[in-house]
């Protein structure tokens, strides 16, 4: 079974950039499909982005699209979260999570294992 460690969160302007790391170990991480999830206080669950296993495929919430990546370093055994021009709508706790399905789901039921979090914090 793998486990996730995220990290790299913390406090950053409107406009900035930030990178979230998902450090995998127990398994190789490219294994597994890979998902961002988010959650503001008060608010479900909610999908940010996925990456397949192989090939590089990548899905994306509408809301991010365009200024998140999904990224992966087998090397590091981690995969990363880029985000760019964040906005505060943006501030949340992160969370990554690993499917053994070979898959992009934006659904959590589809992710079994989970790391414990980051919070991210976006100021105007």
């Known amino acids: 079974q793998v486990q996730l460690v995220e990290s790299g969160g913390g406090l950053v302007q409107t406009g900035g950039s930030l990178r979230l790391s998902c450090a995998a170990s127990g398994r190789t991480v490219s294994d597994y499909a890979v998902g961002w999830f988010r959650q503001a206080p008060g608010k479900e669950r909610a999908f940010v982005g996925s990456?397949?296993?192989?090939?590089?495929?990548?899905a994306y919430a509408d809301s991010v699209k365009g200024r998140f990546t999904i990224s992966r370093d087998s090397a590091k055994n981690t995969v990363y979260l880029q985000m760019n021009s964040p906005k505060p709508i943006d501030t949340a706790t992160y969370y990554c999570?690993?499917?053994?399905?070979?898959?992009?789901?934006?659904?959590?039921?589809?992710?079994?294992?989970w790391g414990q979090g980051t919070q991210v914090t976006v100021s105007s």
């Open positions: 999570a690993a499917s053994e399905y070979y898959t992009t789901s934006p659904n959590t039921s589809d992710y079994a294992v």
């Open positions: 990456l397949i296993q192989t090939g590089g495929k990548t």
